[in-house]
């Protein structure tokens, strides 16, 4: 039997009650969801001020275990607000995986600087701290407490690092990197909601991190993301800089600097609010599904299931599947019979140093990144898979 045919009997196997028509991954709506909606709409606040608003901000503290978070319009504007607070200007270079949403690096370009590409690791698909310090050693200096590229003259200000699918990266690994080398640790968290490194929620260990609630994730506020910080100024910081630099007032408008637009409304936020009471029981089942594909995998020669590493709590937002070796061609033949079933898959993003506005970007060599944007293959993951 060909691999097309093994994947497409595993998948059958994993999902046995769905004949096709099977999103890749749904939100779903089985809690108070309609009631605090009905709230915003039955009590006027619909728009950017509201008690869900505030709610969802602690809600979020309460499950990272961040000192604050504060709720943004979307985890792109989360992750623009991210890089203004670490200090990142205009002329300045941002060390990204070239492994990741186009998101990440537009946030980059957005402040002018240029992202530089540094490859990923096989195990956790995020970016590997030993290849990206061996490569820095090549490319880098510290002087006067500054990280410069000796290349180009730029600084390299901060390193912003992913969690693909949930998994967590080396954050201890890239930590120690990122003070060696004298960079601002960001956390691009967009797909980590619930993802745990050794007991800790991800996004606590750099500087600032972003979270993602769009439609796709784990849990959605219909469009919608958050900044998480442990620093308490920085976390003032966001919130004015989010809410326009408004000066607080009872009816005058001041703002002291330049702010952007970047509020939550009170109607995606009571959507929040309602999906995070949910987020263990979807976890939970998420979990079942996984453990359903490892399962209907485990004689597919050929290909594996990424699984969680020791010591990681996974909220498997996407299953992924990983060929043995990357073939493209079979990667793609993998993905035809799958959506050909009516199993909607998907394959990694196209990597960043390939999209023409990021083409002459600086970059590392990035065996690892092109060896898996040939390999994985992202799978239907939807929480209610688990109930068939």
Known sequence: ??????????VRAALPASEGGVSLHEPEFRGQEWAY????????????VGAYVDRIERDL??????????????GTAAL????????????????????????????????????????????????????????LRETARVDGGVCLNIRTGATIRALMVMHVFGHPCDLEGLAEVAARWKLALVEDAAEGLGSRWNGRHVG?????????????????????GAILTNDPELGRRAKHLTTTARVPHKWSFVHDETGWNYRMPNLNAALGCAQLERLPDMMARKAVLAQRYVEAFRDVEGARLLTARPGAEVNHWLNAL???????????????????????????????????????????????????????INLPSSAKLADV
């Open 204 to 224: 606590n260990v750099g500087l600032v991190s972003a979270l993602s609630f769009n439609g796709n994730k784990i849990v959605t506020t219909g469009g919608g």
């Open 322 to 376: 990983i060929l043995d070796r990357p073939d493209m061609a079979l990667r793609d033949a993998l993905l035809e019979a799958l959506n050909g079933a009516g199993f909607m898959a998907r394959p990694l993003w196209t990597l960043m140093h390939r999209l023409p506005m990021y083409a002459d970007c600086p970059r590392d060599a990035l065996p690892v990144a092109e060896a898996l944007e040939a390999s994985v």
């Open 1 to 10: 039997m060909s691999l097309p045919d093994q994947v497409l009997a595993a």
């Open 37 to 48: 909606l009905k709230d915003c709409l039955d009590t006027g606040w619909v728009s950017s």
């Open 61 to 74: 503290e309460a499950i990272t275990g961040a000192a604050r978070a504060v709720a943004t319009s979307n």
């Open 80 to 135: 623009d607000i991210c890089l203004r607070l670490v200090g990142v200007q205009a002329g300045d270079e941002v060390l990204v995986p070239a492994l990741t949403f186009v998101a990440t690096a537009n946030a980059v370009a957005y402040q002018g600087a240029t992202p530089h590409f540094v490859d990923s690791g096989a195990t956790t698909l995020g970016v590997d701290p030993v290849r990206l310090d061996a490569y």
